[in-house]
T-cell receptor, first 113, second 110 residues
Framework: DVKVTQSSRYLVKRTGEKVFLECVQD?????MFWYRQDPGLGLRLIYF???????EKGDIPEGYSVSREKKERFSLILESASTNQTSMYLC????????????FGEGSRLTVL | AQSVTQLGSHVSVSEGALVLLRCNYS??????LFWYVQYPNQGLQLLLK??????LVKGINGFEAEFKKSETSFHLTKPSAHMSDAAEYFC????????FGAGTRLTVKP
């Protein structure tokens, strides 16, 4: 089974702090994604990556950056956290060739005070 | 870019009743279509997917969906709801990347 692991299920941070959300997948997938989930808005794509050291902006990249130094790991970075970034963050991966099905982690619920 | 509209943010049914969750999509090329389910405090799990071929797709837990190109729809159905079906359901469309609808929360009444 594909396993996507997000390092922290729950985080509480203060405004202005730098926040790292880590995601690791164990199925050698080329593609990795970060989504943000908010009630009534569904999942919105923040960034995605098709390969190591490669990244593409999604629909809402402002205030976020990403890092993909190794194929299995995709990190989401909030350089200076703000209260409007309080949300559930979901990481997903998929193989390059295929139907596009995504495999999701359990999510990281971030609260910024 | 492709997009998805889910009609109804909340749907409530009685146990044993038909479940119908509506999804319409927009895409300039033939898309792949998905339904995912999310239980509280968990990530998303794949219910079913349409890629090519048969337009009626069967998934897990007795759910199925029919791809109707003429109506640009991919509605999710289950003949008889169970209490364990209570969750949030997301329709998604994939071309180069996956875009999700806003979700429909299903409540099942005893």
């Amino acid at each position: 089974d594909v396993k996507v692991t997000q390092s922290s299920r729950y985080l509480v941070k203060r405004t202005g702090e730098k926040v790292f959300l880590e995601c690791v997948q164990d199925m050698d997938h080329e593609n990795m994604f970060w989504y943000r989930q908010d009630p009534g808005l569904g999942l919105r794509l923040i960034y995605f990556s098709y390969d190591v050291k490669m990244k593409e902006k999604g629909d809402i990249p402002e205030g976020y950056s990403v890092s993909r130094e190794k194929k299995e790991r995709f990190s989401l970075i909030l350089e200076s956290a703000s209260t409007n970034q309080t949300s559930m963050y979901l990481c997903a991966s998929s193989p390059l060739q295929g139907t596009g099905e995504l495999f999701f982690g359990e999510g990281s619920r971030l609260t910024v005070l | 870019a492709q997009s998805v509209t889910q009609l109804g943010s909340h749907v409530s049914v009685s146990e044993g009743a038909l479940v119908l969750l509506r999804c319409n999509y927009s895409s300039s090329v033939p898309p792949y279509l998905f339904w995912y389910v999310q239980y509280p405090n968990q990530g998303l799990q794949l219910l079913l997917k349409y890629t090519t071929g048969a337009t009626l797709v069967k998934g897990i837990n007795g759910f199925e969906a029919e791809f109707k190109k003429s109506e640009t729809s991919f509605h999710l159905t289950k003949p008889s709801a169970h209490m364990s079906d209570a969750a949030e359901y997301f329709c998604a469309v994939s071309v180069n990347d996956m875009r999700f609808g806003a979700g429909t929360r299903l409540t099942v009444k005893p």
